[in-house]
């Protein structure tokens, strides 16, 4: 079988959440007598192939597409494009296969859970006619089918989704597997973008947006903000202590509503859905909305002043007490080791 991880290019840098897919696509493989490919698409593509090739890609395909010369972007809409490029690539890479006499192997197409592929997943598997499973936590090759396990109704209960076909796509939530590097000589293949309608966008440039840092996606340290963060004066500490763990802020739906911070840090079922190495829970009471975006995280230690409250039930650690005396008390002894 081949397992293909479909990776847009549009950074400079290989996401960590693409390395991921790259990693489990070795995994797949190895138990199941396959072979890795790395689909690179967009245009920074082709700088990003020895990067695959480090982690276990023996087959690139790579297409980069476009610039427009005179708008200096990419002259697309973003999601058509890689629709369009992911239905070519099977197309052709299919049609060479066919032609060195092989019988045709399953494809298991793998794609980190990003916002575009959360825009593009659905689109290439109606365009493709195939099975997709979305935001996939583990998965298996059996030898005729794909098997997945995927959370549902808000992370309470854990799926098992299998899907036959010639073709499967999935999506991969990030943060669950550590990246690994397996070397190999690869060999690549180069493919011209296909045309796409002149209706669409330019692509100039990759803005974060304001209050954003990093992707939390892609976050090791989070430190989540509910209710207990009232003011000013609790929002400082915060401010702190991130800079102290190097962690990033995410914020519950409480904060999202009242404009304390930005939306785009919002963590649940309504925003992201995160697995960093550690999740610092600071007054949120563990609503099942907010649950649903980082119960996966590897270490969750939750403050909170209500001994009742839901999230102490899903934390590792967890300390019952008044936030605004508990972090300048945390901040000073980090201060302290630091100093």
């Known amino acids: 079988m081949r397992v293909c991880a479909v990776i847009p290019c549009f950074q400079e840098e290989l996401r960590s959440s693409a390395l991921e897919v790259l990693t489990k696509a070795t995994i797949v493989a190895s138990?199941?007598?396959?072979?890795?490919?790395?689909?690179?698409?967009?245009?920074?593509?082709?700088?990003?192939?020895?990067?695959?090739?480090?982690?276990g890609a023996a087959t690139l395909r790579v297409m980069e597409l476009e610039v427009d010369s005179e708008a200096k972007g990419v002259n697309v809409s973003l999601g058509r494009r890689i629709v369009d490029a992911v239905d070519e690539l099977m197309?052709?890479?299919?049609?060479?296969?066919?032609?060195?006499?092989?019988?045709?192997?399953?494809?298991?197409?793998?794609?980190?859970?990003?916002?575009?592929?959360?825009?593009v997943l659905g689109a290439c598997g109606a365009r493709l006619d195939v099975p997709v499973i979305a935001d996939v936590v583990d998965l298996s090759w059996d030898g005729h089918q794909c098997i997945?396990?995927?959370?549902?109704?808000a992370s309470k209960v854990m799926s098992k989704v299998h899907a036959e076909g010639s073709v499967i796509l999935c999506s991969i939530r990030a943060g669950l597997f550590e990246p690994d590097e397996k070397p190999v000589k690869a060999t690549t293949h180069r493919y011209k973008s296909p045309q796409t309608d002149l209706l669409g966008q330019v692509l100039k440039e990759l803005v974060a947006p304001e209050g954003d840092t990093v992707d939390l996606t892609e976050a090791?340290?989070?430190?989540?903000?509910?209710?207990?963060?009232?003011?000013?004066?609790?929002?400082?500490?915060?401010?702190?202590?991130?800079?102290?763990?190097?962690?990033?802020?995410?914020?519950?739906?409480a904060h999202f509503e009242s404009g304390m911070y930005s939306h785009t840090l919002?963590?649940?079922?309504?925003?992201?859905?995160?697995?960093?190495?550690?999740?610092?829970?600071?007054?949120?009471?563990?609503?099942?909305?907010?649950?649903?975006?980082?119960?996966?995280?590897?270490?969750?230690?939750?403050?909170?002043?209500?001994?009742?409250?839901?999230?102490?039930?899903?934390?590792?650690?967890?300390?019952?007490?008044?936030?605004?005396?508990?972090?300048?008390?945390?901040?000073?002894?980090?201060?302290?080791?630091?100093?």
């Open 31 to 55: 138990s199941s007598g396959g072979r890795v490919e790395a689909w690179l698409v967009g245009p920074t593509a082709e700088k990003h192939s020895s990067k695959a090739a480090q982690y």
């Open 91 to 119: 197309t052709q890479s299919t049609a060479e296969l066919a032609t060195e006499g092989a019988p045709q192997p399953p494809s298991l197409l793998l794609f980190d859970n990003t916002e575009l592929t959360k825009d």
């Open 148 to 153: 997945a396990q995927r959370p549902t109704y």
């Open 220 to 253: 090791p340290i989070i430190i989540g903000v509910g209710r207990g963060i009232a003011d000013e004066t609790g929002k400082d500490l915060v401010a702190k202590l991130a800079t102290l763990i190097r962690g990033e802020i995410a914020i519950s739906r």
């Open 266 to 339: 919002l963590v649940g079922q309504s925003g992201k859905v995160v697995a960093p190495r550690l999740y610092l829970a600071l007054g949120i009471s563990g609503s099942i909305q907010h649950v649903a975006g980082m119960s996966e995280s590897h270490t969750i230690i939750a403050i909170n002043k209500d001994p009742e409250a839901p999230i102490f039930d899903l934390a590792d650690l967890g300390i019952v007490g008044d936030l605004y005396q508990i972090l300048p008390a945390l901040i000073h002894a980090l201060e302290s080791t630091q100093a």
